[in-house]
């Protein structure tokens, strides 16, 4: 490996660039040379806000690429641009660092896991709860077998009120609302834990009773995406996953997450103020001991882990050293495959079969 730093550019400088160009900032061996937004202007702005005006800014991801060579860029554009941008980095040579959720539909995935495998490049999703102590201590407890064999698990959760604004709102900017914001969290935090056995079918239902309100949301003329959706998923291996995550509700909590096994049972309590970002509370296993059902509360790590730090630094490890991706899109496949299940089902109104693309 030579001294050279990695190049880096960013495609989408929106709101959550600035944390991606933050954890670059802090890592030595990487360095942010442009940058693209379709915005005209915004590029440039990001940039002299970040301090880094020699970065080259541009309106256009096709245009950024043309012109400066990367090694790796960030794609960090609204959802239903993650596909073409995504497509066209790796088709440029260059290793991405995805912004989640994978992206909106299956059609839009097949051609990202095409690009992927075509280029000989990585693409890591950005599921930066993966980096939490207690969700690796989830995964490690299930792992273990401590549970038996894991038969249903129930995720989700979501705020009482917390409908985001911008593009979150609009399916032609984010396709979906809470599902692709916070529900690809909840998501991937148990099929993670369980090592990501393939969907097999799923039975959703979607609304956006709040969001479309204007007595209890300002922006009502513009929501056109969900902003509570539930589904019944079925995974391989004889695990049913039971789904729900909300923006808004007339409710405290929609739930802890929860495993059974038939060995024993894991509580993972909602994550602290409710307003769900793949954190976690506490956790608990459930078990018999000599005869008797007995709980014992398990140790649990204070949130002091810069998560989307953790996430960064993963990826640029791992393009510096020619490594596989840290969060593959064989994994996220799934997860993806599970979102545009729900979307589909929850339009036709009835239980769809999960077909994931050959690549
Ligand atoms: N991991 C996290 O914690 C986290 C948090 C927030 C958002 N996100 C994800 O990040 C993505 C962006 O969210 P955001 O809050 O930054 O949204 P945003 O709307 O603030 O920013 C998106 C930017 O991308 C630009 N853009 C869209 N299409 C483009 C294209 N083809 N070429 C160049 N620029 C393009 C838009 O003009 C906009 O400036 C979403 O997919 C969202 O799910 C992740």
Known sequence: MTNQKLRI????TGGIAGAHMRSYQKLENVEVVAGADCIPGKAKAFFERFEAPEALAFNSAEALLRAVELDAVSVCAYNQAHAECTVAALEAGCHVLLEKPLCVTMAQAAQILQAEKKSGKIVSVGFQPRYDPNSKKIK???????LG???YVQTG?????????GTF???RYAGMGALGDIGCYGLDMPLNALGYPKPL???ASKFGHFGTNP???KEANRFDVDDFAVALIRLEGGVTLDFRM????HLDSAGATFFLGDKAGLKVAPGPGGAWDGRVGGLTLYHDAFGDPTETPLHFAEHNTDLFFEKVKDFVAAVATGGSAPIPTSQIIYNQAIVSGILESAVQGREVEIVIPAV
């Open 201 to 203: 079918t799923v039975s």
């Open 157 to 165: 959760g979501g705020r009482r009120r917390g409908i985001p604004g």
């Open 140 to 146: 490690e407890i299930v792992q273990s077998g401590a």
């Open 149 to 151: 064999q894991v038969y």
């Open 169 to 171: 709102i609009e399916a």
């Open 9 to 12: 550019g960013i495609i989408g």
């Open 246 to 249: 909300s923006w808004a509700m």
């Open 215 to 217: 007595a209890l949301y």
